[in-house]
């Protein structure tokens, strides 16, 4: 090759090794925003992957799939630990997506599509809320963001947390939960979520959680709490380069 061309792809080199150290640096920081010991058992989420490992003394025992927040409503990187679970959970909306969402939705189909996806409409979120008839409900306020309501659905297959969430008290409000939507884990690229996240197999991190016998769910379709024998730490990342 010409000493032009040799100089073009030396340039094209180095500019890819700089990019590559940049990405490097960046996941460098991410990693030591982490704890210094991570613990013997632990759950490390990587939202850029969307995927999820279960460590056992400093291995990785088990992997799947998840699903983690669509654009402009991202997985935050964060650090918990899971101390319970809900079986045959309630899925409880945030605000904002009731507003932008299911609000307009009543506005233009009527108080029946809230009942047809097994929502109850609550006044608050307090532990002993008013149930409201949802026919009352003034739902072109509620979409304009004048007026707030709870909406919860019931448990059930219908139910967009499955049958297990996985929680770990936070201000945002992010847990793993189980998932009916299954058609999402067969994506290369999955950003589907409000922020939670999505399991490819909720059953096993439940097992392995509990020791490796899960406990049953509850015969009934209503909520039931059971705490972890030991709280176990989970982290959630977002690594662009990994070893």
Same mark, same amino acid.
């Given at each position: 090759?010409?000493?032009?061309?040799?100089?073009?792809?030396?340039?094209?080199?180095?500019?890819?090794?700089?990019?590559?150290?940049?990405?490097?640096?960046?996941?460098?920081?991410?990693?030591?925003?982490?704890?210094?010991?991570?613990?013997?058992?632990?759950?490390?989420?990587?939202?850029?992957?969307?995927?999820?490992?279960?460590?056992?003394?400093?291995?990785?025992?088990?992997?799947?799939?998840?699903?983690?927040?669509?654009?402009?409503?991202?997985?935050?990187?964060?650090?918990?630990?899971?101390?319970?679970?809900?079986?045959?959970?309630?899925? *409880?909306?945030?605000?904002?997506?009731?507003? !932008?969402?299911?609000?307009?939705? =009543?506005? $233009? #189909?009527?108080? @029946?599509?809230?009942?047809?996806?097994?929502?109850?409409?609550?006044?608050?979120?307090?532990?002993?809320?008013?149930?409201?008839?949802?026919?009352?409900?003034?739902?072109?306020?509620?979409?304009?963001?004048?007026?707030?309501?709870?909406?919860?659905?019931?448990?059930?297959?219908?139910?967009?947390?499955?049958?297990?969430?996985?929680?770990?008290? *936070?201000?945002?409000?992010?847990?793993?939960? !189980?998932?009916?939507?299954?058609? =999402?884990? $067969? #994506?290369?690229? @999955?950003?589907?979520?409000?922020?939670?996240?999505?399991?490819?197999?909720?059953?096993?991190?439940?097992?392995?959680?509990?020791?490796?016998?899960?406990?049953?769910?509850?015969?009934?379709?209503?909520?039931?709490?059971?705490?972890?024998?030991?709280?176990?730490?989970?982290?959630?990342?977002?690594?662009?380069?990994?070893?």
């Amino acid at each position: 090759p010409s000493p032009s061309a040799l100089a073009s792809s030396f340039t094209a080199a180095g500019a890819f090794a700089a990019t590559e150290r940049a990405t490097i640096r960046a996941n460098l920081e991410r990693l030591r925003a982490l704890p210094r010991d991570l613990g013997k058992r632990f759950v490390l989420v990587d939202t850029a992957s969307a995927r999820l490992w279960m460590y056992e003394n400093g291995r990785p025992v088990r992997s799947m799939k998840t699903v983690v927040g669509k654009p402009g409503m991202e997985t935050p990187m964060m650090a918990g630990l899971i101390r319970f679970v809900a079986l045959r959970p309630y899925w *409880n909306l945030p605000p904002d997506l009731v507003r !932008d969402s299911y609000a307009p939705k =009543a506005v $233009k #189909e009527g108080w @029946r599509s809230i009942v047809k996806s097994r929502f109850e409409v609550l006044s608050d979120w307090s532990e002993s809320p008013k149930k409201l008839d949802p026919r009352k409900v003034d739902w072109a306020a509620v979409a304009a963001g004048t007026e707030e309501v709870r909406l919860r659905q019931l448990p059930g297959a219908q139910n967009m947390m499955g049958m297990v969430k996985f929680m770990f008290p *936070n201000e945002l409000g992010i847990y793993l939960h !189980d998932t009916p939507g299954r058609w =999402a884990f $067969k #994506e290369a690229s @999955r950003r589907y979520s409000s922020g939670c996240v999505r399991l490819e197999d909720a059953k096993a991190l439940l097992a392995w959680a509990f020791g490796g016998k899960a406990p049953p769910l509850p015969k009934e379709n209503r909520e039931k709490a059971v705490n972890l024998p030991a709280p176990v730490p989970v982290y959630i990342t977002y690594l662009t380069a990994m070893p």
